[in-house]
């Protein structure tokens, strides 16, 4: 698919009052503001349908997955997310002390909530696997060894890929387990998100679940994660020696600085081995996407360490316009590369915003829908034009229509498009004027 925005600019005021100062006439003509206009063009050729994508779900199920979304939030003039221990100590709702996401959300509640409607919409479309980590801790009183374990063999993995199945029908009941078992890991309690974020290894792990020739169908990781990539014993770096390189991820931070605690290379963040992890799978073709949820990949060391994951996964944020890349966000134009490379997320709202964002970008393209994006977008829907090999297609239930997020065609033309292949492709160029 092709685009290209062409930006026009037409100055009404005055055109024609050289002409009448001709006839020895005077006009007094009020004074007219430019109009600018863009025309957008996306150019496409239909052919065969992909295969559906293999897509493992990795996702982080840390302790700090059970921190309340809005730790101060107010209800009825009560804060919701505090309560008082057996001291009369005021405290907020964690991993110890459990939220009631009733009324105080945790990012744990609002990734469920998310991923509910994001697995129905692209069940069918996608194969899709589910992954935790860290590696399910079930001992009461578990070493720094067993919270930092990275995912592996056994009960890391809910959900295997089901290389088996390609059918609609079989894809949504398969994705619809998935989504019951995520659903049944509890906030609070023996099962709970629980230990540190050991992403290098994890990362590593689900790469060798991904077997299907990339060539043959497109091999993906969803990594999913509330926080800093730590729990590497063999990281390069140490709170000893390396104090600033090291960046400590744990509190107190002390914990990294004395050789025989069990955080000292553990604890320190675990930056190159994650990018390095990212960059080995996409040798083998294997893509990563990456989404931030909370407020520990949103400001700090977070945005850095994500970025340079979301660049090396192949999957970083595209744009034609700041209008792309959300509030607080701009454009490379020249790149077409939003400043944040990853998808981020503070909410279940914005977290179902990045998986419907993700969505489009993974599925098979459908024949009968062409995408525009918020930028490419007509400033009516009479200003858009559809040439189909070609030839004016005017709009219509038997043919097209604009949606929101782009041109749906319908009837006889969406079954010209489906019924094309590699050796009788349709060309599709749809043409949108947009004022700015």
Known sequence: MRAKSTPLSALLAGIVGGAMLAGCQTYDFEPVDPLAIAQTTIETVIAARGSKPDVMLLVDTSGSMTKPVEPEKIVNGVKVCHGQDARGQDYICDEDLPCDTSVCPTRWSELQAAMAPFLAE????????????????????????????????????????????????????????????????????????????????????????????????????????????????????????????????????????????????????????????????????????????????????????????????????????????????????????????????????????????????????????IPLDPSQMPSDPSLIVVYINGERTLGGPDSWSVVDTGVRFTGSTCARLEASRPEAPVSVEVRAIREL
């Open 122 to 369: 692209s069940g069918k479309l996608v194969r899709f696997g589910l992954t935790t980590y860290p590696a399910p801790i079930t001992s009461a009183t578990p070493t720094v060894a067993q919270l930092c374990a990275a995912a592996s063999a056994g009960e890391s993995v809910r959900v295997q890929i089901p290389t088996t199945l390609d059918a609609d029908a079989d894809l949504l009941a398969h994705a619809n387990n998935l989504n019951t078992i995520l659903q049944a890991i509890p906030n609070g309690g023996a099962n709970r998100p629980r230990g540190g974020t050991p992403t290098s290894g994890s990362l590593a792990f689900t790469g060798s679940l991904l077997t299907t020739d990339p060539k043959e169908r497109p091999q993906i990781i969803i990594l999913l994660t509330d926080g800093l990539p730590n729990c590497n014993a063999d990281n390069e770096y140490n709170g000893g020696k390396n104090p600033q390189e090291c960046a400590c991820t744990v509190v107190p931070t002390t914990h990294c600085l004395v050789e025989d605690s069990a955080y000292y290379q553990r604890g320190c963040l675990d930056k190159n081995a994650s990018v390095a992890a990212v960059q080995s799978l996409k040798a083998r073709e294997i893509s990563t996407i990456v989404i931030g949820f909370g407020a520990e990949t949103s400001a700090g060391a977070g945005p850095q360490v994500l970025n340079e994951m979301a660049r090396a996964g192949g999957f970083a944020r595209e744009c034609r316009a700041d209008l792309d890349c959300g509030a607080g966000d701009t454009c490379d134009v020249s790149a077409k590369r939003c400043g944040r490379a990853f998808y981020q997320a503070g909410n279940q709202v914005e977290l179902a915003a990045a998986l419907k964002a993700i969505s489009e970008k993974i599925k098979r393209e459908e024949p009968c829908y």
